[in-house]
């Protein structure tokens, strides 16, 4: 279908498509108004498709839609995770030893999301050791290990999470 494309519907009537989502037509109904309908309902049918119509592009904004859907369709996105209350609205301030060097503010909320990227990619590279089939068990372990080690490392950072379950846990003791 094009934009201009005149439709007809069971329960809206007829009407016109203005624009071409990636999963949805928008349409303007004599009846019903402005209305999204799914390109995959069945109950949809074309009456005229006018000649040199405009195709739309999908926007990203659609794209990054789509893409949302299906990953959280299957589990994939990864949970929110929300950082303390003490912390929002908040910096880090970078200060060289040096007075005649210039400081470096970062805002919290940019800090904290790279925490939470260098985590996730932690996570990542966890289940692909452990779903790997060219190592060995023995490799996986010493693999695993290192990234425990890591996870340790990070734990300084758990101050700025908002719930304990979402805290980075090392090899030492359980936090």
Known sequence: MKIGTRVEH??????????????AYEIFFEQGGKIEILKSNPDL????????????????????????????????????????????????ILKPGSDSLQSKEIPMDVFFKKIIMVRDRLRVLEQNVNSHNGLSEEDKVHMQQYITKAYGSLTTFNVLFADKADFFVGSGKKE
């Open 45 to 92: 049918s074309v009456i005229e498709t006018p000649e040199g119509g405009q195709i739309d592009p999908v926007s990203a904004g659609d794209l990054k839609k789509a893409i949302s859907m299906v990953l959280d369709e299957y589990g994939l996105l990864p949970a929110p995770v929300e950082m303390g209350a003490k912390w929002v609205g908040g910096s880090i």
């Open 10 to 23: 069971p329960r809206y009537g007829e009407g016109i498509v203005s624009r071409i989502a990636l999963a």
